[in-house]
């Protein structure tokens, strides 16, 4: 009896300290410092970084535009007698050497600011699938404006989920510049957290660029905090520039955006089977992304992003969610940290079409490896499903938990005397002999640990009589009131008038929880 009275005294006090706002502390934010997993030795990273630079400066890129030959050739670069051009290994170091570690991913709301110096590590979404798992009959189909608009604001709602990447394509809208342009909008409109989007065509450039000018509040403004990063994969493995891609990078660069600097290879099919040959080239490729954009502007906010992919080699269709995958990708993000680059990387692509053992398994570990290794960024960490070709909206609210525990991971140990706690142990030894009713218990209840939304830590029992539900089914329940209540009003509405008065904005008011577009 005096047993039962102790642990019911001990749950009453633990849930009024976890009532008490002095008490609590979030135990996670964005921004904690990974890096402790290093798959690589010293050893290995100087073979890899060795190989790259004699790639680039014996080897060379195909494909190059005539500025960036005309900037490399002027900066000690040469043409081969293939007519490749060869990157000087002292100008791939002084890249890296003059390349901005203060990069900081603006929020249109500040206190969504992301700081990607040292190893801290944040999350994000991403893909560009073609398609949706919808909500409601669970069948794959195309995806729409609208569902990258609901998808931007479920990642606004999600605490452990970044910065939003264009996780859909909007196959509603036909034309490029539309799509483009819309892409950017319903993005932007979805979240006030730091978004990232890819622009199909240099012509694109300026009518993206004038959006973010005119929700910024002006060219100034926008270029101080500038809330939207371009991507850009400059390449087309192997080791060959994508000419329209290098023109997008040069005028975004110029229009005062973030760049991510992307190398997209699949082992086995556009590099090399091996993981290390397939992260040499990775990193060759993204290098040389890097000597273009800072000689384009040698201020450039650019992310260094190898993100190489790995293929089935039994069918030759990428699989994101294996172990290779899950190494590469640490591999690469180790690099980064090995350059002191602002890195991103990819992670989270499984291969799985529903929320299964599968999907939970792939996700968990390949996010968990990267964000261990200290990627700045992890995209594709949520929300994607069937190796990139498929998003799930409800999966969005299912991976917020994973990478909430992903993240107490990173955070660590935290060994001090006070955590250690070596009076505690003796006070209770000589007192009561548990920890229940201990203050020391009671103050770390929110700021040391994790407590998922969805994870259901209940009884067998206690969860069959509430209806034993999957959680895939609680999760579409909670994205479902999540669309139907969370509707981000940042953008004030007369500046929403004046956009629609110069763009042609595709996505009505009344999704987005302002009543009638009449």
């Known amino acids: 009896m005096a047993r039962s009275k102790t642990r019911r005294r001990g749950r009453d006090q633990r849930l009024e300290a976890s009532q008490n706002p002095e008490t609590e502390a979030p135990p996670v934010w964005p921004g904690l410092s990974g890096g402790r997993f290093r798959p690589l030795t010293e050893t290995e990273i100087v073979q890899i970084d ?37 990157f000087p290994r002292e100008l791939v170091r002084g890249a890296i050497r003059n390349a901005r570690r203060d990069v900081v991913l603006h929020g249109q709301d500040p206190a969504h600011d992301l700081d990607l110096s040292g190893s801290r590590v944040h999350m994000s979404s ?34 452990n ?29 979805g979240t006030s957290k730091h978004v990232s989007i890819s622009i199909s065509e240099p012509a694109h450039v300026p009518a993206v660029r004038d959006l973010c000018y005119m929700l910024a509040g002006g060219e100034a403004a926008f270029r101080a905090r500038p809330f939207l990063t371009v991507m850009v994969c400059h390449v087309v493995p192997p080791m060959r520039f994508a000419e329209e891609a290098c023109e997008v990078l040069e005028l975004a660069i110029r229009a005062g955006f973030p760049v991510q600097l992307i190398s997209a290879g699949q082992a086995g099919a556009t590099s090399p089977a091996t993981i290390a ?160 009713g201990h203050m020391h218990t009671f103050t770390r209840m929110k700021s040391d640990y994790f407590y998922p939304h969805l994870g259901d830590r209940r009884p067998p029992r206690e969860w069959e009589a509430d209806g034993a539900h999957p959680i895939g089914d609680t999760a579409r329940d909670k994205t479902r009131c999540l669309l139907a209540e969370h509707f981000p009003q940042h953008i004030p509405q007369g500046l929403d008038d004046k956009i629609r008065d110069v763009f042609d904005i595709r996505l009505p008011r009344s999704a987005m929880g302002q009543g009638s577009d009449l």
């Open 50 to 86: 060795e190989a790259a630079l004699t790639l680039l400066e014996t080897l060379g890129m195909s494909q190059a535009i005539p500025l960036m030959v005309d900037k490399v050739l002027a900066a000690g670069g040469a043409i081969s007698d293939t007519g490749r051009l060869l």
């Open 277 to 436: 040959g397939s992260l040499t080239q990775a990193i060759a490729e993204t290098l040389a992304g890097l000597v273009f954009a800072q000689l384009v502007d040698p201020n450039v906010a650019a992310l260094f992003g190898p993100k190489p992919l790995v293929a089935d080699l039994r069918t030759g269709s990428m699989c994101g969610g294996g172990g290779e995958q899950a190494i590469l990708m640490a591999a690469a993000a180790q690099m980064g940290r090995h350059y002191d680059l602002p890195t991103t990387s990819i992670a989270g692509i499984t291969d799985a079409k529903t929320h299964d053992a599968q999907y939970g398994a792939e996700k968990c570990l390949a996010v968990s490896m990267a964000a261990q290794a200290g990627s700045n960024l992890i995209t594709q960490s949520c929300g994607m499903q069937a190796s990139l070709l498929g998003v799930s909206h409800s999966a969005y609210v299912i991976d917020n938990d994973m990478l909430g525990n992903i993240l107490r991971t990173v955070r660590g140990v935290e060994v001090s005397a006070e955590n250690i706690g070596a009076d505690v142990i003796a006070n209770v030894c000589l007192g009561e002999g548990h920890y229940l």
């Open 161 to 189: 989920i970044h910065h939003f990447s264009r996780s859909i394509v909007a196959r509603d809208v036909e034309d490029n510049l539309l799509m483009d342009l819309n892409t950017a909008y319903a993005c932007i409109a």
């Open 126 to 159: 991403g893909g560009g699938a073609p398609g949706v798992f919808d909500l409601d009959t669970g069948a794959y189909r195309d995806g729409s404006l609208q569902d990258l608009y609901d998808a931007a604001r479920l990642c606004d709602a999600m605490e």
